[in-house]
């Protein structure tokens, strides 16, 4: 199995929201937000890469889990999520570990996965092994939340998709060290895992995707 490289997201983090909404509007929080309301209450959660942490308000507008375990590994990033959560009159039980899915004891499982935005970050062989190890931490019949940019066929992809892609994996390799420049091959990945899609939403003329993916019961 390769190993993950970390990519770095403190500096960016205190802007990273406003850098968002500035080039998709309210679009990636919209894709995002989409499924929440599915997940069961007295779920047991994962957020891997949440970043700011508005996703884990919004996650606890929209349902009752039992527990959210928030991993990511962006100190400046964890500290807005927590001082977020702490302005909330929420009772969850949240745990903000700093770390990565490599972080993840053997025995941790949970009823639902919420990737946004953070697989992309990765060379598909670095995703594919990060994805194997939240497939295994996901229970059987456990809901994966995926929510990411969707690249149509090379050949009927839109010039302004490419654009942004290309400038968005320059910028971000420069910022916060990324070293994959394209966007993983999700749908061939997910397959390889066994996972199929249920539901999805698109969003930002079709460039970006919310799934809902669920893993096999046996
Ligand atoms: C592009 S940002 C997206 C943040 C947030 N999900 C959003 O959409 O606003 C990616 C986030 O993933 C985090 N991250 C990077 N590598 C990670 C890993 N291996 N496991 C968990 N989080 C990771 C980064 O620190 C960063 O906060």
């Given at each position: 199995?390769?190993?993950?490289?970390?990519?770095?997201?403190?500096?960016?983090?205190?802007?990273?929201?406003?850098?968002?909404?500035?080039?998709?509007?309210?679009?990636?929080?919209?894709?995002?937000?989409?499924?929440?309301?599915?997940?069961?209450?007295?779920?047991?959660?994962?957020?891997?890469?949440?970043?700011?942490?508005?996703?884990?308000?919004?996650?606890?507008?929209?349902?009752?889990?039992?527990?959210?375990?928030?991993?990511?590994?962006?100190?400046?990033?964890?500290?807005?999520?927590?001082?977020?959560?702490?302005?909330?009159?929420s009772t969850a039980q949240v745990?903000?570990?700093?770390?990565?899915?490599?972080?993840?004891?053997?025995?941790?499982?949970?009823?639902v996965v919420l990737t946004p935005?953070?697989?992309?970050?990765?060379?598909?062989?670095?995703?594919?092994?990060?994805?194997?190890?939240?497939?295994?931490?996901?229970?059987?019949?456990?809901?994966?939340?995926?929510?990411?940019?969707?690249?149509?066929?090379?050949?009927?992809?839109?010039?302004?998709?490419?654009?942004?892609?290309?400038?968005?994996?320059?910028?971000?390799?420069?910022?916060?060290?990324?070293?994959?420049?394209?966007?993983?091959?999700?749908?061939?990945?997910?397959?390889?895992?066994?996972?199929?899609?249920?539901?999805?939403?698109?969003?930002?003329?079709?460039?970006?995707?919310?799934?809902?993916?669920?893993?096999?019961?046996?």
């Amino acid at each position: 199995m390769s190993s993950p490289s970390v990519p770095d997201f403190n500096c960016i983090a205190p802007v990273y929201d406003a850098l968002a909404q500035l080039v998709y509007g309210d679009a990636q929080k919209r894709a995002q937000a989409h499924f929440l309301s599915l997940i069961p209450a007295g779920a047991r959660v994962l957020v891997l890469g949440g970043g700011s942490g508005w996703i884990l308000t919004e996650l606890l507008r929209q349902s009752a889990p039992v527990h959210v375990l928030y991993l990511e590994p962006a100190r400046n990033m964890l500290q807005q999520a927590q001082n977020r959560f702490r302005n909330t009159s929420s009772t969850a039980q949240v745990e903000f570990r700093l770390g990565t899915e490599l972080d993840l004891t053997p025995q941790e499982t949970f009823h639902v996965v919420l990737t946004p935005f953070v697989l992309d970050l990765f060379p598909a062989a670095e995703a594919y092994a990060m994805m194997q190890r939240l497939s295994q931490a996901l229970l059987p019949g456990g809901l994966w939340l995926h929510t990411d940019f969707h690249a149509s066929a090379p050949e009927s992809q839109p010039v302004w998709q490419k654009l942004l892609l290309w400038g968005m994996y320059r910028f971000f390799g420069v910022v916060s060290n990324l070293s994959a420049r394209e966007l993983p091959p999700f749908e061939a990945l997910f397959q390889k895992i066994g996972f199929k899609t249920h539901r999805e939403a698109f969003y930002f003329r079709k460039f970006i995707r919310a799934q809902v993916l669920q893993k096999a019961v046996f």
